[in-house]
């Protein structure tokens, strides 16, 4: 494991844990800003509920943190909303820089980031990738 909390993590099988954490680990630095429910889901294979449960967990723990996209319905264009300027937003929606319509709440996604490193040297997490690559049939 490279995220030794998860190791507490009782109420999710074992394996998918152990998936879950390689997964993170090996995120590229640019998936690592833009993490969502939906994509942990379906790319380690849960059902959403566990993928929430996981990221609940690492967003306790302070391996994740959350932030909120408004999302442009019009033009697609995103605007990054941080926790504390959420409600904020929801009582007064805001416009669009682009194309000045109106964002509202159904257009405002949560995401996480990941904001620490697991507790292993990278040289750890190279060799797990490399047995990984040596398993694949």
Known sequence: MFYKEL??????????????????A???KKSQKEISVSMV????????ATAKQL??????????DMYCIA???????????????????????????KCKVIIVPENIFVLYQVVRRPDVPEEEIQKAIERRLENVD
């Open 7 to 24: 190791l507490e993590i009782q109420s999710v099988d074992a394996a998918v844990v152990e998936n879950f954490d390689f997964w993170l």
């Open 26 to 28: 090996t995120l590229p």
């Open 41 to 48: 889901s379906t790319q380690v294979g849960i059902d959403l």
């Open 55 to 64: 990221i609940e967990f690492c967003k306790k723990h302070g391996i994740l």
């Open 71 to 97: 999302k442009c319905p019009n033009c697609g264009m995103a605007i990054r909303i941080e926790k504390d300027q959420l409600f904020s937003i929801l009582m007064h929606p805001i416009c669009c820089a």
